[in-house]
């Protein structure tokens, strides 16, 4: 079987199994094995495929067709300009997770002390950091499955300086632990827990902790209005991601909580998407 054709065959695969993408999956899939990307296959497609890469990149192929996200089996997925690893126990980076960043970096203090909790990979606070070196960044997160993907990610770029926190959303001591910020970021798990079961099947595979946000998906933001946003100095800024319709909810709890100029933006396509706030003065 010629590479040409192995590609062919991993995109037939994932056509039939109903993947909207199937193209550009299989071509990340033979960069992944065979280290060639779509102009490679033009050159080198008539090449005989070795037997252990046809076995390889068909058994990634059947996952990939199963629903397994495209980033576990990669191993690495981009996010703004760093390539993090990701797999089993971590949510995967997404592409509407940058405007958190690239909103929170506008608008924080110069040098200020910044938290990202619920971190996972730490997309969100190496991002920002490689966005404002300026800043002390240090990422939260509780569970050893992701921590392990967040700790390998902030050595893979010490250049950044991030520091990985072993920290729980809901702890009263953890968040006294951290003093005083000049800057909160968090894009917490907001699915609501009854719409889980009916999420696509890639999302089956991710951590449910990363996911849920209790009844109404507000869970995480009560504790974050409870418990984090008196840890911001004044003039501090909060800024969190959210689900398409938290917008209003997120709001109220951010002002009764002590945020002014609570704002909300929305992503590429056009869904509510960040909320952020300033702590008063």
Known sequence: ????????????????????????????????????DRAGLAVHGYEEAAEQDVRELSCLAELRASGKPLQYLLGKWPFLNLALAVGDGVLCPREETELLVNTAAEMLPQKARV??????????????????????????????????????????YAQLQVTPLKLDAFSTEDAASCGKLGGFLCNPPYVEAGEIPGLQPELHFEPKTALDGGDDGLLFYRAIAKLWIPQLLPGGVCAVEIGERQ???VSVLFERAGLETVRVKKDFNQFDRVVTGTRKQ
């Open 1 to 36: 079987m010629t590479k040409q054709q192995l590609y062919l065959k991993v995109k037939k695969m994932l056509q039939q199994a109903g993947n909207e993408s199937s193209a550009f999956d299989a071509v990340c899939l033979c960069r992944k094995v065979l280290h060639l």
């Open 115 to 156: 938290l990202d909790l619920c971190a996972g990979t730490g997309a969100v606070g190496l991002g920002l950091k490689s966005l404002r070196p300026d800043l002390q960044v240090c990422c939260g997160e509780k569970f050893d499955g992701a921590m392990q993907y967040l700790r390998k990610n902030c050595s893979t």
């Open 247 to 249: 917008a209003a909810a």
